[in-house]
């Protein structure tokens, strides 16, 4: 029933744009927090945005300035606007979503790539 399906990844030149797409199907999406992660090969998953049920965002320090996070609660759906992108940003990126006061409820999408490359 609980589903997250990122879409919007693609290949893209140093300087360039991509937004990326959340769909949510969570009990009630309003309530949760959601973000977007990412990992690169060899490297550790890490948070990249975060978006609470009130709107209040968080940045990484390595995307603030250049990424921007977004929900439409009515359409149940996540954005991460990347402008700026540069190659350090290649890596697989992730939904999330977490109910505050529920640890139980965490859940992942399965993925998109994001290739930065000239």
């Known amino acids: 029933q609980v589903q997250l399906v990122e879409s919007g990844g693609g290949l893209v030149q140093p300087g360039g744009s991509l937004r990326l797409s959340c769909a949510a199907s969570l009990d009630i999406f309003s309530m949760y927090t959601m973000g977007w992660y990412r990992q690169a090969p060899g490297n550790q998953r890490e948070v990249v945005a975060t978006?609470?049920?009130?709107?209040?965002?968080n940045y990484a320090d390595s995307v603030k300035g250049r990424f921007t996070i977004s929900r439409d609660k009515a359409a149940n759906m996540v954005y991460l606007q990347m402008d700026s992108l540069k190659p350090e940003d290649t890596a697989v990126y992730y939904c999330?979503?977490?109910?505050?006061?529920?640890?139980?409820?965490?859940?992942w999408g399965q993925g998109t790539q994001v290739t930065v490359s000239s």
């Open positions: 978006i609470t049920s009130s709107g209040t965002t």
């Open positions: 999330n979503g977490r109910k505050p006061w529920y640890p139980r409820n965490n859940y």
